[in-house]
């Protein structure tokens, strides 16, 4: 009797165990494997910011990404806010954005719209030859859905957060020769539709930073943008070359720090 209820409990455990491992079993099974599409990019645009007076003033940015380098669209963005300086080097944003996506099948021809109301607090820092740039934005975002290569009134809504880390140095005395550019950009979204993406994508950015006067300047080099897709397991590696231009117009004190930035998307 002994060892027939051994062999019995022997039996119930291994029953108990492959029960507990079927889920994982299936899981591995019916999970496709990591996907990463590679693509070469070229990215520029324009963002200027406008100083009214003491506090007030406006922030304005157009940009054009291109996929296959320059040959096929990406996306256009157009984006405005008010800004408000705390002090001279720290602000606080409330903006709308509005983005024309390219489709991303080869077949389609439709582009999509996506609406953005955003909130932005920016600091810079200033030790020796250095330049810190910290900005922290949280975005609200309405992407339209299409289908069939037709627009439909369905938005997938996200709420979107973003700490920007942009360290400038200069190597030279002459503010007018380049300086170096370092940034990364971290972004992570929330909503009902997000599921198997939490991380969206991060921002890695190595260039120089050329002034041209002292209220136009760009900077110029190579982002790596890494992005995960909705379904979790497809993953976008874009090798871009960006080149960004900054307009510094309107009021400004007797005596104003440096100041650089990024505007990118």
């Not at 060892?3 to 491992?21: D, E, S, Y």
């Not at 190595?206 to 900077?219: A, R």
């Amino acid at each position: 009797m002994t060892m027939a209820t051994n062999k019995i409990q022997k039996i119930k455990r291994i029953t108990v165990l492959i029960t507990l491992c079927l889920p994982l079993l299936t899981i591995s099974q019916t999970t496709p494997p990591k996907e990463i599409n590679q693509q070469i990019q070229f990215w520029t645009s324009i963002n200027t910011v406008t100083r009214f007076n003491e506090r007030w003033g406006m922030l304005a940015d157009f940009h054009i990404r291109r996929n296959n380098f320059i040959a096929d669209p990406s996306f256009y963005f157009l984006r405005g806010a008010a800004n408000y300086w705390i002090k001279d080097n720290m602000t606080v944003s409330l903006g709308y954005a509005h983005m024309w996506l390219a489709p991303s099948r080869s077949d389609w021809h439709t582009f999509s719209n996506e609406n953005r109301v955003y909130q932005q607090f920016q600091v810079i820092s200033k030790i020796r030859r250095s330049v810190i740039l910290q900005r922290f934005r949280n975005e609200q975002r309405w992407q339209q859905k299409i289908v069939d290569d037709k627009r439909t009134n369905d938005y997938r809504f996200t709420n979107r957060v973003r700490y920007l880390f942009n360290y400038n140095y200069s190597i030279f005395k002459n503010n007018y020769l380049p300086s170096l550019v370092v940034a990364d950009e971290i972004l992570i979204h929330f909503g009902k539709e997000v599921v198997y993406n939490t991380f969206d994508q991060n921002r890695l950015f190595l260039g120089i930073k050329q002034n041209i006067s002292p209220s136009l300047s760009f900077d110029f080099g190579y982002m790596n943008v890494y992005q995960q897709k909705y379904t979790g397991y497809q993953y976008d590696m874009n090798h871009t070359i960006r080149l960004f231009f900054y307009l510094n117009m309107g009021w400004k004190r007797k005596v104003t720090p440096p100041v650089s930035g990024t505007g990118e998307e």
